[in-house]
């Protein structure tokens, strides 16, 4: 089985703020959302978790597999992906004209913003990542988890689903919820 799940809340995110590549630690709620999550899904069956070196994920996967001796390694392939310039920028959706707002409008017609990563990018390290560790893995019939970032999960349901890119939010990413993809 594949599964995977987005870290829990951030002060960003209580703030609208856009993270990307940016290093924010979980805040209180996140952590309880994390401690809800690993009391909610301690029966699923995991044999490994991947998760991104970002704090916030990386805490996530440690409160959430916490006291179950399953391994967390850290992927730098599973980062969130980069906003450039535009990361830290609050309430995007106030500024007009941002193009980071086409990102989450239009995914489809999004073109990097300055020292941002495109979607061509984004899908080429996630794909390399599936098919490196997660395909070898599922040969084995083991469970893999995957904690990371909104768009990067995104990113890897559309890969294993085969969503086009523009219903490249569909699926939803809520914090902490686990998703069954394969």
Not at 56 to 78: F, H, S, V, W
Not at 81 to 109: H, L, T
Request: contains cysteine; negative net charge; glycine residues 8%.
């Amino acid at each position: 089985m594949l599964y995977i799940m987005r870290h829990g809340r951030t002060d960003w995110n209580e703030l609208h703020k856009l993270q990307g590549r940016t290093d924010i630690p979980l805040n209180e709620e996140g952590r309880e959302m994390a401690r809800q999550a690993a009391a909610r899904y301690r029966e699923v069956h995991l044999d490994v978790c991947y998760c991104s070196p970002l704090l916030r994920a990386k805490e996530t996967a440690k409160i959430l597999l916490d006291g179950r001796g399953i391994p967390i390694i850290p992927d730098d392939r599973l980062k969130e992906m980069s906003f450039g310039i535009y990361e830290g920028v609050q309430d995007s959706f106030q500024i007009p004209d941002c193009p980071i707002n086409v990102f989450f409008k239009e995914p489809a017609a999004y073109k990097a913003v300055e020292g941002g990563e495109s979607f061509e990018e984004l899908f080429a390290r996630t794909g390399s990542f599936l098919k490196e560790k997660v395909e070898p893995e599922l040969k084995e019939n083991k469970d893999v988890l995957i904690v990371g970032h909104g768009a990067m999960n995104s990113s890897i349901i559309c890969q294993i689903r085969d969503i086009p890119l523009e219903r490249f939010w569909e699926e939803g990413i809520e914090n902490c919820r686990l998703i069954k993809l394969l």
